[in-house]
């Protein structure tokens, strides 16, 4: 047995459509397929650890991660604080590395995304700032300027830099 990667990031919404709408305009996210079931299907109620639950689901793909957004119908979700703070238990967070935050970062502005922040120089090769969706779920852009750090991409950031500036020979 062996560990292959990180596959999905969950979020159930009140609104799957809005919320998918979101991550397809801001990020680029392009739906995989969709799905739902009534309530009743023991399997997902056993799954989830809930009784009687129903939901539609949407499956987002971006390069090599999935976001799967979910609307539960059934029983009635409790909701969250917007404004809940990062450091909460709890999921904070997902990231999305970019080739250049200042300007990723005032794309989403345009949009009207709420950030928490411009830009933060870290001291480090990272620059980067949290921002909400409309959900108030939290999301974070990361720019790593040293190919050779860490938590650096590599190849695969080389590969997606040359795909969206081709080179004509």
Known sequence: MAIIGFHHTAISSP??????????????FEPVFQ???EPGVEWIDRMMAVQRTGA??????LGNAFLEI??????????HD???RVIDHGFTHICFVVDNAATECARLEE??????APPVETGLPITGTYGR??????FEILEIRDP????????QRLAALQARNPISP
């Open 133 to 138: 969706d409309p959900d108030g779920n939290v």
């Open 35 to 37: 799905f739902a079931w």
């Open 148 to 155: 050779k750090h860490p938590l650096d991409f590599g190849s």
């Open 56 to 61: 539609r689901v949407v499956m987002l793909r």
């Open 70 to 79: 979910f609307q539960f119908s059934s029983p009635e979700p409790r909701a």
């Open 111 to 116: 949009l009207g995304v709420r950030l928490h």
């Open 15 to 28: 609104d799957l459509n809005r919320l998918a709408g979101f991550y397809q305009k801001c990020f680029g």
């Open 82 to 84: 917007p404004d809940r």
